[in-house]
């Protein structure tokens, strides 16, 4: 039984780590004022960006310790650059926020299966990145003698970086000054604008910090868990991230919570289709569990949740 739960358990932090990263980006993004429905595919030009990089990499230097870092950095700033071009749409244009969330949900995976093609001889999926190229595992060492603490804690270094980053996030958007601009400008642009605040940089940055993170995200896939991109890698953990931001009332602790319980239910699908529970379930049905879990939460369990007060409210500066 405690071999099971451990299971479960770890399977929960693998899987909850790529939405954290994106909710989070999620909760920089719309507490600065501006909607990112584009989530899904800023994870997926990460995921492409940092497994490619990582590749090539290696397969020129070797499996040296810098190798995986350099590769996600890489989906980092993939996905910022996706994050940019948000920002110029829908901050600079005044542009949909929503359709240019959508815009950016069907160029990232077009351009990734596109770039996929022409760098590996029209293969849609990456090679396999070496095992030795792959993010690390911190405690491995630590924890390979101990098998039931090792199947919960012995997780790649995106798990943990991703839990840090839910502390900074806490850290800047609540005790920092920039924090206080960020949330000022997503509740009273106006008001933010009158004080000397620059509205634009601001979601600028908020925006650009969301694809990063995403990118990041979706790297955490194809970099530990999988260990390459293929096109079917990011299926629905952009939205799920989105949910979870909801769910968590658009704040870091929150939005983690939620990507916990998400987390927790891939587990549990994964868990049920195993040959040793020996529950003859269809794998379409399994399948399902997360998305049904995603509804039902949002539908029973949120309440009355309130976004930032501007969001997804362009802003025009004089414009009364």
Same mark, same amino acid.
């Given at each position: ?25 999620? =909760? ?20 492409? /960006? ?47 926020? =929503? ?16 770039? /996929? ?40 270094? /995106? ?6 980053? =839910? ?54 896939? /194809? ?98």
């Amino acid at each position: 039984m405690w071999k099971d739960i451990a299971l479960i358990l770890g399977t929960t932090l693998m899987y909850a780590t790529p939405l954290i990263y994106g909710a989070l980006g999620a =909760v920089f993004s719309e507490n600065s004022g501006v909607v990112n429905i584009g989530i899904e595919g800023m994870m997926t030009i990460g995921a492409f /960006s940092g497994a490619a990089a990582t590749f090539i990499f290696a397969d020129l230097y070797g499996p040296a310790w810098w190798v995986p870092w350099l590769g996600f950095l890489i989906a980092g700033l993939a996905g910022g650059f996706f994050g940019l071009l948000h920002a110029i749409a829908s901050v600079t244009f005044n542009a949909d926020q =929503v359709i240019s969330g959508i815009a950016i949900n069907f160029l990232g995976p077009g351009l990734a299966i596109y770039l /996929s093609g022409r760098i590996f001889e029209g293969s849609t999926t990456t090679p396999a990145i070496p095992l030795e190229a792959k993010l690390v595992r911190p405690f491995h060492e630590m924890l390979k003698n101990k098998p039931i603490l090792g199947m919960v804690f012995d997780q790649y270094v /995106s798990v943990y970086i991703a839990f840090l980053f =839910v502390c900074i996030a806490w850290y800047i958007l609540y005790k920092t000054k920039l924090g206080l601009r960020i949330r000022a400008v997503g509740e009273h642009p106006k008001a933010a604008d009158t004080l000397g605040i620059n509205v634009y940089k601001i979601r600028y940055f908020s925006v650009i910090l969301s694809g990063i993170l995403s990118g990041l995200g979706g790297a955490s896939l /194809s970099m530990a868990i999988i260990a390459n991109f293929r096109p079917t890698l990011i299926s629905g953990q952009g939205y799920i991230a989105l949910a979870a931001m909801i769910f968590g009332k658009w704040k870091p602790q929150g939005a983690m919570w939620a990507c916990l319980l998400f987390g927790a239910t891939t587990a549990l699908q994964i868990y049920l289709g195993s040959p040793q529970v020996g529950w003859k379930i269809s794998t379409h049905l399994l399948s399902m569990i997360p998305y049904v879990i995603t509804l039902i939460v949002l539908m029973g369990f949120v309440g009355k949740t309130h976004a930032p007060a501007a969001d997804g409210i362009p802003y025009e500066k004089g414009k009364r």
